[in-house]
């Protein structure tokens, strides 16, 4: 009878309910999840921020790129792999469904325990490219090898969290990101303060809150989904389905790729100033981390929606869901950005007593907050396009983000030096979104003409 229940809720939400009820049905989920979720990096930089001690806080600074690798790599398999679950699901293909779902899952296992091999091997170069300093180096080191370590219990549950929401199953996400927030709540105090793992304890109690919150989804996945009860059993797949998860899911890596080198260079930039600059990147980047996770949640939280509606041909729902989800973005992102800019020095001393960081932070949080209501639209645009398959416009988005961001970087530190270093993204975040807004257009025009000939096909079968 639960089941039932259950099914009859997923159908309903991503089918036929309205779009306003269905978006706040999967959307608000997920932005109470990821917001939660979002305390992983501000539990880490407040505890760590309690010991006093700014080498530390630059370290786990230093240290972000390691969290995008292996967040790329989970969202490589769960975007990828949720978006095609959502299609199938669409069309009735459930057995296809169960199978992409097991692929995605075992290789992502797979994938996150030889990232962390090839680490340990490579620990000393990693270190180089991360800017280490000789007041850094230690914590950073211990910071690397134990976060690459425990890598794959973060890949796994970033993969299972996207396959949980690829059949509607919101509040099942929000439930295991809420469950890993508060596990790393109860372990950090604990890890870093009193038993005085310091950078050792904050990659410790992330790698534990996301390892809770996979077998919960595994769990669930396993005993209780509509569509993918009894998934482990189906991990045989053809190389053409496994092609449809990797052509959209690689930009996941492309985008992470580049991240990685934009937070080096600003690093890189950063430290040619003073390292509280490295820190004060670091705080702000946390903070601005709370509106840029609920935009999220709003266009991942449509994922499905999306997906579904264009798999099913509903067109016309399509277009309101994205209008609906487009104007909620736009109204969270300039709440945010006028409530944290008036309560921005407050906010920064939570985090940091330093002057030195406080002064450079409150400037870094201005810019970052612009910056993130244009990759809210960015994102938007960019789930649109992974949940229609298109692995093209996906793909250049992606890339366009760092290939703009190197030039505008070099260009606007030399004439503008630390201030160009600080609004470079937001100029690179704005073009981005530009461009993506070209590419719906072509892609609404395709749309338009795909309805055109359906509806001429069905005249002449009319006849």
Known sequence: MEGNKVKKSNEYYLKEAPVN??????????????????????????????????????????????????????NLYGVGGGTFITRLIAKGQDTEAKQVASHVVYASVIMGLVIGV???????????????????????????????????????????????????????????????????????????????????????????????SAVYYIYYLQKRSEHLRGFFKSWRLSWAKQWEIYKVGTAELFQAAFMIVTTLLLNHYALSYRESVVAGFGVALRIVQLPEFLAMGIFLGCMPLIAYSLAAGNMKRFRTTFKHALIAIITIGVLFLSSVY??????????????AVFEIGTYIIVAMLVSALFNGVAGLLMTIFQAAGEGVPTTVLAVLQGVLFIPILFVSHHYFGLHGIVWAMTITETITCLVGLLFYMKFSKKLKRNEKNKMLIENEVAL
């Open 118 to 212: 090839l680490a340990v091997i490579f620990i000393n170069p990693i270190l180089t490219i991360l800017g280490t300093t000789a007041d850094t180096v230690m914590y950073t080191r211990v910071y690397t090898i134990t976060t690459f370590l425990t890598g794959f219990t973060i890949v796994l549950n970033f993969t299972l969290e996207q396959v949980v929401r690829a059949e509607g199953a919101s509040k099942v996400s929000m439930n295991g990101m809420i469950i890993s927030a508060l596990v790393s709540l109860a372990l950090d105090p604990l890890l870093i303060l009193g038993l005085n793992l310091h950078v050792m304890g904050a990659a410790l109690g992330v790698a534990v809150a996301n390892f809770v």
């Open 342 to 355: 008036v309560f921005r020095a407050p906010i920064m001393h939570l985090f940091t007593q330093d002057p």
């Open 21 to 74: 009820k269905a978006i706040r049905h999967l959307s608000v989920p997920m932005m109470l999840g990821m917001s939660v979720g979002s305390l992983y990096t501000l539990l880490n930089a407040y505890f760590i921020g309690l010991l006093h001690n700014t080498a530390m806080l630059t370290a786990i600074t230093l240290g972000l790129p390691l969290f995008i690798i292996l967040m790329a790599v989970g």
